[in-house]
């Protein structure tokens, strides 16, 4: 009598042994444990860090409204019509116009020290930078034909970055029309907001010098970060330009880096 043959087929699908799935399971129970307390640590560092520029973010937005039904803040109007082509008459001015050099934008409460460092390396701008917002040496001074360009922080550490460590912050809400008011060896020069735009750190073309009296201020975007650059571009419209004799063309500006500060 035959006997049955019996044919076991194998399904195909092979099952990791109990033990072996417990390992697996407690070393992903591990790896998100420490992702969660990476992204714990990050956040709170974070926090200490930009605290001081988180706070100037959110308290903008309680004054701004205030600022642009008033047009007015530091004593100074905050933006001109976009058809006028000359500064605002201001009627009461509680600003008098001072020796000192310093840039004042009323939209963003900016009032500080601009500084003349020697050198374009980046350790003395970055000095500089501390007590003020930076001149770029070679090139235009305030109330001259070509390209004025101003530099500050955006946020930087707040126990190393100086009074001045944020003075840019708020940048980026600057729009056409708003008003910047430079004082400068006893003059007042009030330049009107043009346009904005966003280049890479190698982009150093931005400093060149241009046909008409321009101002060029600069700091880095995004916020916290030294990723790319935001440039503001404002015209001078409260006198005609001075003095275009001692403008340095672009290729002898010295030592361009392709790394400003933050």
């Not at 100037?56 to 039904?69: C, G, H, L, R, T």
């Not at 235009?140 to 946020?155: D, E, M, Q, W």
């Amino acid at each position: 009598m035959d006997q049955p043959y019996h044919i076991k087929v194998e399904s195909g699908q092979h099952h990791l042994p109990r033990k072996s799935r417990g390992k697996l399971k407690n070393w992903l129970i591990e790896v998100l444990q420490f992702m969660g307390l990476f992204v714990f640590f990050f956040a709170l560092s974070s926090l200490v860090v930009m605290g001081p520029t988180i706070y100037s973010k959110v308290s903008y937005y309680f004054f701004a409204s205030e600022i642009a039904q008033k047009n007015s803040n530091l004593g100074l109007p905050v933006s001109s019509p976009d058809y006028q082509t000359i500064a605002p008459q201001i009627e009461s001015p509680t600003k008098v116009v001072t020796l000192e050099s310093k840039i004042i934008i009323p939209k963003i409460s900016v009032d500080s020290p601009i500084v003349f460092p020697a050198t374009a390396d980046n350790k003395t701008i970055l000095t500089a930078i501390k007590t003020g917002v930076a001149h770029y040496p070679g090139t235009a001074l305030p109330g001259r034909a070509g390209n004025v360009f101003l530099t500050g922080h955006s946020s930087y550490y707040w126990w190393n970055g100086g009074k001045y460590n944020r003075v840019f912050t708020l940048l980026n809400q600057l729009k056409p029309a708003d008003l910047i008011y430079i004082y400068h060896e006893g003059k007042e020069y009030v330049y009107k907001v043009r346009d904005s735009i966003v280049v890479l750190p190698s982009q150093t073309e931005v400093l060149k010098p241009t046909a008409g009296a321009t101002l060029s201020l600069m700091t880095c975007t995004p916020v916290g970060t030294n990723l790319k650059r935001l440039i503001v571009r404002a015209d001078l419209i409260s006198s005609p330009p001075t003095d275009t004799s001692r403008i340095d063309e672009f290729s002898k500006i010295p030592n361009i880096p392709i790394f400003l500060p933050l």
